[in-house]
């Protein structure tokens, strides 16, 4: 357990420390930024793969709370929007003017709520420490994003962040949800479904568990 948490330590800093602003300008001014985001890359994949082998050599299985199995079904299906805010982020460059556009104008940071989200629905169908650990350590990392962010561009871009909210919808006036979801597109729905269609399919293989198992 020691080394499983070392681990998700591990990860959760090689995250927030070499990002933080400024860490990041002196690592940066120290580096060339090419040898920089090579030894960040390099330095988060090996965090990430620790945890892994951490993760696969903790064999305790360690009960903390029961389950909520009356609402899977739920669980299950609103794991599509996570999906949909997460596909939606990594295909959406972030607005560089004060007027969001897309998933934006839905909540202002999609990627990280859409893995709060993720990690939230899943903490709902498990309940042994090792899977809690890791989806809450999952959680940290997505709201010490939006925090820092949203430090940031209370500097960088203040009308936006008057202009969005985190929590989805908020800020998003009515008469601009078609226009939102015409900028969002047929495509990156078409795409989190097909994503989250694998998902379902793949994760009793890939890990063990079938999401659809007692529905």
């Not at 860490?23 to 890359?41: A, D, N």
């Not at 990690?119 to 990392?141: E, N, Q, T």
């Not at 430090?151 to 919808?169: E, F, G, R, V, Y």
Request: aromatic share 12%; charged share 10%.
């Amino acid at each position: 357990m020691t080394h499983y948490i070392i681990s998700l330590t591990l990860l959760f800093l090689s995250h927030a420390l070499l990002s933080w602003p400024q860490v990041r300008k002196k690592l940066v001014g120290f580096f060339p930024k090419p040898l920089f985001y090579t030894l960040y890359s390099a330095i988060s994949l090996a965090a990430l793969f620790s945890v892994i082998h951490s993760y696969q050599q903790f064999d305790d299985y360690i009960p903390l709370y029961e389950p909520v199995l009356a609402i899977r079904p739920w669980v299950v299906a609103c794991m599509l929007i996570a999906f949909f805010f997460m596909v939606c982020r990594i295909s959406s460059p972030y607005p560089k003017t004060s007027v969001p556009y897309g998933i934006y104008r839905v909540s202002r940071f999609p990627g990280s709520v859409g893995i709060v989200l993720w990690a939230l629905l899943h903490l709902l169908s498990v309940g042994d420490m090792k899977r809690v650990l890791l989806f809450m350590c999952m959680i940290v990392i997505a709201v010490f994003a939006m925090v820092k962010n949203t430090l940031q561009m209370k500097q960088s871009s203040p009308a936006l962040l008057k202009n969005t909210s985190i929590i989805p919808c908020v800020k998003m006036p009515r008469d601009t949800i078609v226009s939102a979801f015409k900028e969002i597109g047929f495509v990156r729905v078409v795409v989190s479904l097909v994503l989250y269609g694998c998902a379902l399919l793949l994760h009793e293989h890939l890990l063990g568990v079938n999401p659809l198992g007692g529905l």
